[in-house]
Each structure stands twice: as C-alpha cells, then as structure tokens.
C-alpha cells in the first residue's frame, strides 16, 4: 500500500511563505505525476498544482505566479512553495500520487492557516 506523508503545515500571517513536503513509499518509476489540493471548512477539495515527471506543471489560476511546484524523483517527494499567502488560502492541503498504473494515492493532509 503506498503511503504518502505530509509536512511543512502552519499558521503564517498574510504575505508569508510556507513549503509543503510530501514523500511517497513507493518505486519513483511507478510515479506518473504528483499533485496538491486543499479543501477549505465547508468547501469541497479543490485542485491547487500538479506535476508530471516529464516536468509539466500545472497551477490553480488563483495560486499562479504564488504558488511553485516541484519534484525530487530520486526521494518520491514533491514539494509546493507558497509565497505571498493570503487568508483565502487557508485549508487542508493534501498531497495527491498518479501511478502509470491509473491509480491515485493519498496523503493525510497537512494544515495551513494564514491569519490576516
């Protein structure tokens, strides 16, 4: 079973930076892509940023040029750097694993509060 853990959640006042982390328990040749959703109170989860192998990203318009995704195939970790923070973006952040299988994994998800 694959397991993906999370770290790098926080309470950080607006304008700030956080780096979300997230390391899979898995073959880095079985990763297709990786990926980042929230889920704020009383919202469905939303996609944020994604990232294939081949180094193609993807952002959330409200995260662009704020937001930057990255990958470390040898450790199975992909990363999201999180500038410039705004109070809209306080949610659960979960980590999301594509394998070339088709299957999805899922981190357990990690806090980010930003206080305005």
């Known amino acids: 079973q694959v397991q993906l853990v999370e770290s790098g959640g926080g309470l950080v006042q607006a304008g700030g930076s956080l780096r979300l982390s997230c390391a899979a328990s898995?073959?880095?040749?079985?990763?297709?892509?990786m990926g980042w959703y929230r889920q704020a109170p009383g919202k469905q989860r939303e996609w944020v940023a994604s990232?294939?192998?081949?180094?193609?990203?993807k952002y959330e318009n409200s995260v662009k040029g704020r937001f930057t995704i990255s990958m470390d195939n040898a450790k199975n970790s992909v990363y999201l750097q999180m500038d410039s923070l705004k109070p809209e973006d306080t949610a659960v952040y979960y980590c999301?694993?594509?394998?070339?299988?088709?299957?999805?994994?899922w981190g357990q998800g990690t806090q980010v509060t930003v206080s305005s």
């Open positions: 999301k694993m594509t394998s070339w299988y088709q299957t999805d994994h």
């Open positions: 898995t073959r880095a040749s079985s990763i297709k892509s």
């Open positions: 990232m294939t192998t081949t180094l193609i990203t």
